[in-house]
């Protein structure tokens, strides 16, 4: 225990370099994580994109030994673009610079921008720096091992009704530690706590993993919480998936990680078990095992599952109840064969039994507490074409997903996706691409998307038709619909970027006529501009005017918003990253709702529905106290002067202000 005090100390006076490297990327990852995503119709904590980004800066990929399937992971990059980086490094060598990666004429500057934040070459050979032939343990550990420690606290700062009425049994603090340690590539240790406001316990959530990997033939072995990614994600993937966004090609098509270690603070759809995967030549054999408890509203008296809540939240007697109520039991395998970069393909299997039985939510809705899954899917490159999909069975039907990609020139690229998700298909750890992201049932869809790089910027189109054969929950009839979307990206100078998209969504809604119910066509429409200046590397400021319009036909329902916001970004300061950004808006209702996804502290991401009439304020700094240790903290606010009180049920406030403040700290030995 002494010697492990000494190298932690040791190391904290040291060893300060990827603090230092996330300093200058962080901001990087803001332009990343806006081509990947776009504001949806939905008030959601994203933060598990944000976790799927920061972990790709962690395992950075070595430009100098790193092969066609291991660059294909890099965040936004193509097949082409890595084949130019391994067609670079055959003709000239190893790189001495990542720099040098906009050299290769292949590669799209605005793309090298991209993907520098997640790539890396290798420090020399630990033999070599310190002229060391056998190295002692304390050495090996030093040289090769990472720390990284973070702890997060939020709170509001107005008193909601459910600690008035005390409903809820804990305190106002939301909580939020993670441990992580790494040794070389090779293992991964992590440990996780999570509290959210009104919950008791500060480990109300726990979660841990141990991953051993490029251990011979072992691919991976992982031990606690892990996920697994399979084809594109109709039987098995993370719990959360890229969709539609401003790159209208990249993102659709889903890349496999296999095996990964869960690092969310999301309380649901993860293992918990053991997994591994062992390389034999071309082929990888993998098999996992899992039994895992979720929050459930379960009858007792019947023994049937009724809902399964996916809030995460033990606030009241009530959520308390359905805590860890389900059970699930879940052993499968799957066996990928992957002769080279240009094809690969797999089948997986899995049956999964729970404690008790589903109670169907509708005709075609899950029932019973028994199921099997089997998959296939497929990936081939030839020449400028690719084609890539997947087919998964539930048992009772099969859906099916199918990429075809054209590259015609380095410029311009196409994508026609066709998706077909009946509504007997439900998958209980999948999440396909689709107009409803993740939902994977009662779908079918016909997606075009085209990214073309002209003299004047760089321009992305997609059109999606779409239809849901079934009612759902939000539609009590069969709808159809289609959206189509153009970003036009431009940077006529250095210092100047601007920003054009407008998007056009025409749905069907259910809605009541006369005491009778038919559909109605549902218009939403919005048109947003961009002004980023850029005087100097330390100084950026964005501007942002959006324009929201809704409207029903049948009902001539008509309701318009507007949003208007500016930021700057400012780390002219030695340490010290300063963000700030003001919001106006004004809508008639949340139909004309105005959604934007705004900075925060590192690794959360919010998008949040602006409505009604109001202003909101935020102001972020963050400092480096030490080479190894960082302080964020974020102060919010949001006002609305013509409200006497802001959500409702147990979240309300009384008044027109709703405002928090946020700390963490980030420490990397």
Same mark, same amino acid.
Do not use: C
């Given at each position: ?320 109840? %359905? ?112 107009? %409803? ?186 400092? %480096? ?45």
């Amino acid at each position: 225990m002494k010697s492990l005090i000494i190298i932690l100390l040791f190391l904290l006076i040291t060893n300060f370099e990827f603090l230092a490297q996330t300093d200058t990327t962080i901001a990087g990852l803001e332009e990343v994580i806006e081509d990947l995503i776009e504001e949806t119709d939905e008030d959601v904590d994203n933060s598990d994109l944000f976790e799927t980004i920061e972990e790709a800066v962690k395992d950075k990929i070595d430009i100098n030994s790193a092969d066609l399937e291991e660059l294909l992971r890099i965040p936004l990059i193509d097949f082409h673009s890595a084949e130019a980086i391994l067609e670079h490094r055959n003709k000239f060598g190893k790189f001495f610079s990542i720099n040098e990666l906009y050299a290769i004429q292949k590669i799209p500057k605005e793309l090298t921008d991209r993907i520098i934040p997640f790539v890396t070459i290798a420090r020399i050979d630990f033999k070599e720096e310190f002229a060391i032939e056998d190295p002692t343990l304390f050495q090996s550990i030093y040289y090769n091992s990472r720390v990284y420690f973070r702890s997060r606290m939020i709170s509001d700062l107005q008193l909601r009704e459910g600690f008035k009425n005390e409903r809820f049994e804990g305190t106002k603090l939301k909580s939020y530690n993670r441990l992580q340690i790494r040794y070389s590539d090779k293992v991964r240790i992590g440990f996780l706590t999570d509290k959210d406001p009104g919950e008791k316990r500060f480990d109300d959530f726990t979660s841990y993993h141990l991953l051993v990997s490029n251990a011979g033939i072992l691919k991976s072995l992982a031990i606690g919480d892990y996920i697994i990614e399979f084809g594109q994600g109709l039987a098995m993937w993370n719990i959360y998936g890229f969709s539609k966004g401003a790159d209208a090609v990249t993102p659709v098509k889903k890349r496999a990680r296999n095996i990964i270690p869960y690092t969310s603070s999301t309380e649901n759809n993860f293992f918990r078990g053991a997994a591994a995967s062992v390389g034999l030549n071309d082929f990888i054999l993998s098999a996992f095992y899992s039994k895992n408890k979720f929050d459930a509203n379960v009858d007792e008296f019947e023994g049937i599952i009724l809902s399964t809540p996916l809030d995460g939240l033990h606030r009241t007697e009530g959520e308390l109840s %359905r805590k860890n109520a389900g059970q699930e039991t879940l052993f499968g395998g799957r066996l990928d064969y992957a002769p080279s970069g240009r094809f690969s393909t797999g089948l997986l299997y899995y049956k999964t039994e729970y404690n008790y039985p589903f109670e169907p939510s509708s005709l075609f809705g899950r029932s019973g507490s028994e199921f099997n899954y089997s998959s296939f899917y497929y990936d081939v490159i030839y020449e400028n074409f690719n084609l890539a999909g997947e087919f998964a069975y539930n048992g009772i039907s099969a859906a099916s997903i199918n990429h075809l990609i054209l590259r015609i020139t380095r410029d311009l690229s196409l994508i026609t996706s066709i998706r077909s998700y009946p509504r007997n298909y439900f998958a209980l750890h999948g999440f396909g691409f689709g107009e %409803r992201s993740g939902a994977t049932n009662n779908e079918f869809g016909i997606y075009n998307g085209l990214r073309w790089r002209t003299p004047f910027g760089l321009f992305n189109f997609y059109y999606d038709q779409f239809k849901f054969p079934y009612s759902t929950f939000g539609n009590t009839l069969p709808v159809t619909g289609n959206e189509y979307m153009l970003d036009l990206t431009s940077k006529p100078f250095r210092q100047l970027e601007t920003r054009v998209r407008y998007k056009h969504e025409l749905r069907e809604v259910a809605r009541v006529f006369e005491d009778v119910r038919r559909p109605d066509n549902r218009l939403r429409r919005s048109i947003r501009t961009e002004l980023i200046v850029s005087p100097s590397r330390d100084i950026r400021l964005r501007g942002r005017f959006e324009y929201s319009h809704f409207l029903l036909k049948e009902s001539g329902i008509r309701e318009e918003g507007v949003l208007v916001f500016q930021d700057l970004r400012l780390t002219t300061i030695k340490d010290l990253t300063f963000y700030g950004r003001i919001i106006f808006f004004r809508t008639d209702s949340f139909n004309s709702a105005i959604y934007e996804y705004e900075n925060d502290l590192t690794g959360v991401l919010t998008n949040l529905a602006m409505f009604g009439e109001g202003v909101r304020w935020y102001v972020i700094a963050r400092y %480096r106290l030490l080479r190894t240790l960082a302080v964020s903290m974020k102060y919010s606010e949001t006002y609305k002067p013509g409200v006497s009180s802001i959500s409702s049920g147990n979240t309300r406030i009384d008044g027109k202000l709703d405002n928090r403040f946020s700390l963490q700290l980030d420490l990397s030995l």
